[in-house]
């Protein structure tokens, strides 16, 4: 048998499989989805292996075929779904092979490397070392450890922290012999469980023999006398349950009545949380309907794909739990992908709460063993539902019912770095293999989903009304242009001042919304609201300081920095970017004594920040939540009676074609933030464009309004659904060098692609650039020709192989999200 293997090495040159031998001893353990090491050129490393096969491949290079060196783990870690998936993913998205299929096992599984020194055995090379060390005294120390056994390289840097540069030359002059190792970071809990050794008669007979004074012993005889037939006891629990110590359960294993015995563990992320059981409610009418066709998808195990359409607190969590119910009894697996930001523990809790320790969660800030736990929990059939952000997708079920996708419209189930997949592709790829159903739920559905619905598709249900009829919070657009008319040049408008002072003095929260840092910048009008926009692409102009030029980064167009309004005549123009903290200085000029806690990068980017930030204004130890657009999605505070967006332009004009969807979208989700409890919410939001469809649909929560107007312009300008987009970045130190190898691809793309296909491009990025990188861009538009992907990928392969010594990154974005 041979076994094809991808090997660890994700460059264009090694992404194909390698021929490996089986040997006899790892014959029955390596099979398809299996991680093995394997030796490649003068090292070890890791692979997956994605294919058996009875004769190797004839190309000569191969004919000295080599062994499998090790398989880390009992059972493959991938099965043969995800592997065919991760073959699909590389073709789909244009990404290394290796790439795919390591991101579907946990972090704990990635490679790492090990460099073992040791001295030589030859003694000659022995004789020289020593002449050296004696005669400079350089690393004497470490001559003598590395005499007593190798060491590992890291461990001597530790130890000796000036011995690197010397040994590097001590590795060159063959005085000592390096040997690379390569493991992972798996680490195992051990519990310690206590056995009986006896049968019921003899352990009987052991009691009866105790002396009288021995009473602790005794007990803990009799708690395994009263539980006949118990495998064994954790000695944490034995201890706890009996009232006793250690000494005393081992002393009984020094008579050889009890063993200890170690054995593996899971660690539990939840483990000191306990969650109420709980019981469903009975559905309301809208609900019933719903869920009817999910459940008769789920019946007849063929795959459907929906669209849960509902406002928030419109009760589709709780139809996902009842659909998830019932796959369950059908003895079936389900995953639920949560945005990460709402993966709260009231969200845990309520799936906990329904279905106990059935549901496995994996988020990113649970420890690297706690997660691959987790997964191993799913992997072994001991989890059937996993609870998770984005990667939570590849859950290795192997019978998958259900898959849902909460809050469908997110960025953050597009992966922004390789493989670029989205969550939402491989939800649909995956129900489709495994005959399940999916539902896509959100108040907000991204455009793509919903026009896919229109078209059938995907079956649409509707959630119209909220649980308890509770009515949406009432929401004021404020026209910033009337204020600065009538003389307020603060940020802040009348009647947004006045609605903060009215909550200090009844003592509610409020929560105010600025749009994420401002990284690229836009010029608007502050007297008519007008920005400048591309006359070809019709997205807004980014403003680049160092040439004082406004710049369309799809096509390339720019113009000079206007000294007036093009379309009023007034000079008010200013950069928009404003951070939060200077919102923050306003305010609390504004307001002396106001409590703000701020949410943005700055303030978050510790482990833990965010929540604790959270739990603070929880606790009613701020007035004011200020942040960026982390804190429009999911939160739900009871005492938070006001929401204001203190610009909803910084959205609507980013440099995006979706620009007006996220403004939609994101209006519509803050204002779902106010009013959910008892206190009545109010929204203020201010913009210089009140006119603007996304903003007035947005107020009216006209969903359908704003999709019939935002197709016809998508429609009219040539963006997706009606064309994809391939997006390719650029970047090296060295601006001349890029603008090159820019221009060479562009060419390329245009010489080897048929003439359908739009190259829009090089343009420097909105972002130009990032770490003393300069990036640039190009863009790929294309019709509906699906073997596009594919020749562009194969483009991309020779252009790589050609190109080689430049030193070029290049990102390949197939879908893109983020167009910076
Ligand atoms: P969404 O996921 O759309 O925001 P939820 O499922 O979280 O909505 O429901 C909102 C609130 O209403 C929750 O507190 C939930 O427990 C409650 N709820 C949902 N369905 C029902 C029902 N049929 N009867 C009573 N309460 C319900
Ligand atoms: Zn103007
Ligand atoms: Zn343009």
């Given amino acids: 048998m041979i076994a094809k293997v991808v090997v660890d090495v994700p460059v264009m040159d ?109 003694p000659s090379v022995g004789e020289q070392l020593k002449r050296h060390v004696l005669l400079t005294g350089e690393g004497e120390d470490l001559y003598y450890d590395l005499h007593r056994g190798r060491m590992e390289w890291e461990q001597i840097i530790r130890k000796y922290p000036d011995s690197e540069a010397f040994l590097q030359r001590w590795v060159k002059e063959g005085w000592v012999h390096l040997d690379r190792e390569v493991g992972d970071r798996i680490t195992r ?19 009866e023999e105790l002396p009288a004074q021995a009473m602790k012993q005794r007990d803990v005889l009799n708690y395994f006398l009263h539980r006949p037939g118990m495998g064994g006891v954790a000695l944490k629990q034995l201890l706890q349950e009996t009232s006793t110590v250690r000494g005393t359960v081992q002393r009984l294993v020094e008579r050889g009545v009890l063993v200890f015995e170690e054995v593996d563990a899971y660690r539990d992320p939840y483990e000191h949380s ?20 999910i459940l008769s998808a789920i019946e007849n195990e063929t795959f459907e794909a929906f669209l849960l359409h509902g406002v928030t607190g419109s009760g589709k969590t709780e139809i996902y739990l009842q659909a998830i119910a019932e796959v369950l009894k059908k003895g079936k697996e389900a995953i639920v992908l949560v945005p990460e930001i709402s993966l709260t523990p009231q969200m845990v809790r309520r799936f906990k709460g329904r279905f106990g320790d059935r549901v496995a969660v994996l988020h990113s800030r649970l420890s690297t063993g706690e997660r691959y736990d987790e997964w191993r929990r799913i992997k072994d059939g001991r989890a059937k539902v996993a609870v998770g952000a984005r990667s939570a997708i590849f859950a290795p079920f192997r019978h998958l019912g259900l898959i849902i996708i909460d809050e469908e419209h997110e960025s953050s189930y597009k992966q922004e770095e ?5 969550a939402r592709d491989i939800a649909w790829y995956r129900g ?40 949406l919070p009432q929401v004021e657009l404020i026209d910033m242009r009337e204020e600065l008319r009538n003389g307020n040049r603060s940020m802040f408008s009348n009647l947004l001042k006045d609605e903060i002072d009215q909550r200090l003095k009844r003592k509610e929260q409020m ?47 720019a113009e ?46 510790r482990k833990g920040a965010h929540e604790q930030l959270l739990n603070r204004f929880q606790k009613g130890q701020g007035d004011v939540l200020l942040g960026t657009q982390m804190i429009a999605k999911g939160l739900d505070f009871e005492r938070v009676s006001l929401v204001g967006v203190i610009a909803a332009d910084t959205v609507l004009h980013l440099p995006d074609f979706r ?32 006119e603007h469809y996304s903003i007035q649909f947005a107020r009216n929560h006209d969903y359908r309004g704003f999709y019939e107007k935002e197709i016809l312009e998508r429609e009219k300008k040539g963006y997706p659904p009606f064309t994809r987009i391939i997006l390719f970045t650029l970047s090296h130190e060295e601006a001349t060098q890029v603008v090159k190898t820019a221009d060479q691809l562009c060419k390329i793309l245009k010489d080897r692609l048929p003439p359908t296909v739009t190259i829009l491009g090089p343009v420097p990025s909105p972002v130009a650039r990032i770490k003393n990188r300069y990036r640039f861009q190009c863009m790929l538009k294309y019709g509906t020709e699906r073997q596009i992907p594919q020749q562009v990928a194969e483009v991309i392969r020779q252009f790589e192989l050609e190109r080689k010594k430049d030193k070029v990154q290049i990102v390949v974005d197939v879908d893109p999200q983020v167009m910076m």
């Fill in 14 to 122: 090694t992404d194909r499989t390698y021929d490996y031998l089986i040997p006899p001893n790892l014959s029955g353990k390596v099979k398809v989805g299996s991680r093995v090491v394997v030796p490649f050129g003068p090292r070890s490393i890791q692979g997956f292996v994605v294919e058996l096969v009875q004769q190797p491949a004839p190309d000569a290079e191969q004919r000295n075929l080599k062994e499998i060196t090790s398989v880390p783990d009992e059972e493959p870690p991938l099965t043969g779904e995800l592997v065919e998936l991760a073959l699909w993913m590389s073709r789909r998205y244009i990404c290394y092979l290796f790439t795919a299929l390591q991101s579907m096992v946990p972090a704990a599984m990635r490679s790492t490397y090990k460099r073992w020194v040791s001295i030589p055995d030859d």
């Fill in 189 to 207: 809990k051990k519990v310690t469980v206590v056995k009986l050794l006896t049968d019921e008669a003899e352990l009987k007979h052991v009691i």
């Fill in 274 to 293: 306990q969650f109420q059981k709980e019981t469903p409610p009975v559905l309301t009418r809208q609900q019933q309907r719903a869920l009817a066709p």
């Fill in 418 to 422: 390789n493989p670029r997949y989205h």
């Fill in 432 to 471: 489709r293999k495994n005959h399940a159903a999916v539902i896509y739920g959100s108040a907000t559905p991204s455009l793509e989903t919903y026009d896919t619905a229109k078209k059938g598709k995907i079956t649409y249900l509707s959630l119209q009304e909220r649980i308890g009829n509770r009515p």
């Fill in 511 to 557: 929560v105010l919304f600025l749009n994420r840092r401002g990284f690229s910048t836009f010029v608007m009008c502050r007297s008519c609201g007008a920005v400048s926009r591309c006359p070809h692409c019709d997205i807004s102009l980014t403003y680049h300081r160092y040439n004082k030029a406004l710049r369309c980064h799809y096509c390339g167009y």
């Fill in 560 to 605: 000079r920095e206007p000294q007036s309004c093009s379309q009023c005549g007034s000079t008010h123009i200013r950069y928009f970017g404003t951070g939060t903290q200077r919102v923050e200085e306003e305010l609390s000029q504004l307001f002396p004594g106001i409590r703000i806690i701020r949410m943005d990068v700055d303030t978050t980017s």
């Fill in 659 to 690: 620009s007006a969807e996220k403004t939609f979208q994101l209006l519509t989700q803050v204002g779902g933030r106010a009013g959910r409890h008892q206190l009545e919410g109010k929204v203020v939001i201010q913009t210089y464009t009140p």
